[in-house]
Nanobody, 123 residues
């Protein structure tokens, strides 16, 4: 299984950025897929998740600004980030869980495969 993120970089506050996660080696449309991030000096946290049974879930700090979406035909996951804030700066990871209907979809422990991460800097 491979998860490869792209689309990170530098943005200004209030700007937008779109992250992509290209997957291979898994039955893409059967799993819970998510975006996580690790902010400087903090533990990795769940940002937005697309669960096949539960639907989409976002952490409160990004609601109304970030949107998770996918392209099943391409087995790709996206994170559209609008109205970026300096505090969104960090490394963003794509992850996949070998299940759907997670009790705690934003909990890292439920995920089996991870990408290498992509840096997002808002300054």
């Amino acid at each position: 299984v491979q998860l490869v993120e792209s689309g990170g970089g530098l943005a200004q506050p209030g700007g937008s950025m779109r992250l992509s996660c290209d997957t291979s080696g898994l039955s893409y449309n059967k799993y819970c897929m998510g975006w996580f991030r690790q902010l400087p000096g903090k533990e990795r946290e769940g940002v937005a998740v697309l669960d096949r049974i539960v639907g989409t879930t976002c952490v409160d700090s990004v609601k109304g600004r970030f949107t998770i979406s996918e392209d099943n035909a391409k087995a790709s996951l996206y994170l559209q980030m609008n109205d970026l804030k300096v505090e969104d700066t960090g490394v963003y990871y794509c992850a996949a869980a070998a299940a759907a209907g997670l009790d705690y979809p934003l909990d890292l422990a439920g995920y089996n495969w991870w990408g290498q991460g992509t840096q997002v800097t808002v300054s």
